[in-house]
């Protein structure tokens, strides 16, 4: 009952622009689920990240579950064809990579601007967050949704050309001299 109304409570997150600003604080948003959430929402959102867990762990939530089997995927794609690359060892360990994730992947790592491609890289994410979106708008489910919603916007909004650049640099001079790649 509470997922309704903090649900209504919440601005829509569709339709927003790259340079739109977004209309609800991470914050705000944690304060109304601790206010009308469940205990069991709430801990889940504590647990819920864009990094999940290397190893798999189980959660409440099957909704979850795949946004976290996704993601690890998706890194673990991005290890193997970036050790590829430079002809570099990588274990994935037994994970099994999907087609549609391992070219999104190489798109990913082909692009010139480590800027670009972390927008290529959002977007896909957005993407397959959407074909996770709950038909229950009012569902713990939802709340999930629009929690890793909320947070891709956000991360987004973070970067910085200049600063990434010398970021980027830095990993990758790193990665260069060391014998293995640390994906997660």
């Known amino acids: 009952m509470g997922e309704y109304y903090l649900i209504s409570q919440l601005p829509s997150l569709d339709g927003l622009g790259e340079n739109t600003p977004i209309p609800i ?18 801990t889940e959102l504590h647990r819920l990240s864009l990094v999940p867990s290397r190893n798999y762990e189980e959660t409440t939530s099957s909704f979850i579950d795949a946004w976290n089997e996704n993601e690890r995927c998706l890194r673990l794609a991005l290890g193997k064809v970036r050790a590829e690359k430079m002809k570099k060892p990588f274990d994935s360990g037994n994970t099994s990579l999907s087609l549609p994730i391992l070219k999104a992947a190489s798109a990913a790592v082909e692009m010139d601007s480590p800027l670009e491609a972390e927008k290529f890289l959002n977007r896909y994410r957005l993407d397959f967050l959407e074909t996770l979106r709950p038909l229950d708008s009012f569902s ?13 916007l956000l991360r987004m909004r973070q970067f910085d050309q200049e600063h990434g650049e010398l970021a980027y640099r830095k990993i990758y001079h790193s990665i260069m001299n060391t014998d293995s790649l640390e994906v997660m």
């Open 140 to 152: 713990e489910e939802f709340v999930f949704y629009y929690w890793l919603k909320l947070k891709l």
């Open 25 to 42: 604080t991470e914050e705000r948003f944690l304060e109304l689920c601790g206010q009308l959430a469940g205990k069991k929402v709430s």
